[in-house]
């Protein structure tokens, strides 16, 4: 009877540590982690006094190694799960995005027929665009609600938002960098595609 209680009892166990597996399981795949396997440690015979351990593995890193190695990107929007930036992750973020459009944008001027008078400069956050008789644009960062900001001649001022990688402006669900390839197409009159940018998806 005692033995035949004890088998019920090591039933139980491994069929709520199978559950348990499969929503950690779920619950990865859903945050972006591709798990390769899953190897289970135990010992079958001491499972009602020794703990189960489960140690989740992708590529031969621990689930927590990843995140570490991924915390740019991982730890700040795991796809779908969150898109809040924590401080230091919306400063690198957002430091790669305007040092990105930056450069491009110094090519751009240098190697387009640009308007006369045309210049780029990037300090403290701040990246102003000045085109000649088409207006200044100002894109810059906005640390205390982790947003970039755009001031643009064309469209006005526009606040956006990191989300799933991009950052976008809530209102109309158009991304910054589709906004400036649009506008700055016109001004320019040929094609500009700032989609290789960081951050530009």
């Known amino acids: 009877m005692a033995t035949a209680l004890g088998h019920q009892l090591c039933d139980r166990v491994a069929l709520e540590t199978t559950i ?5 399981q779920n619950l990865l795949r859903r945050c972006a982690i591709d798990i390769r396997w899953v190897r289970v440690i135990q010992q079958s015979r001491h499972l009602s006094s020794q703990p189960l351990m489960v140690k989740p593995i992708r590529n031969g890193k621990s689930i927590s190694r990843i995140f570490k190695d991924l915390s740019l990107k991982t730890a700040l929007t795991v796809r779908h799960c969150t898109t809040q930036l924590d401080d230091i992750a919306y400063e690198d973020i957002s430091n790669e995005t305007l040092e990105s459009l930056t450069e491009y944008l110094e090519d751009l001027i240098e190697k387009v027929n640009a308007p006369v008078d045309s210049d780029v400069t990037y300090a403290s956050g701040v990246l102003t665009v000045q085109l000649g008789s088409a207006g200044t644009y100002v894109i ?9 900001w755009l001031s643009s001649p064309a469209s006005g001022p526009k606040r956006y938002d990191f989300v799933d990688q991009v950052w976008i402006y809530k209102h109309d669900g158009v991304t910054l960098h589709k906004l400036l390839s649009t506008e700055l197409s016109k001004i320019f009159k040929e094609n500009i595609d700032f989609s290789h940018c960081e951050y530009a998806k």
């Open 20 to 24: 348990n597996i499969i929503m950690t």
């Open 140 to 148: 810059n960062k906005q640390s205390p609600n982790k947003q970039i």
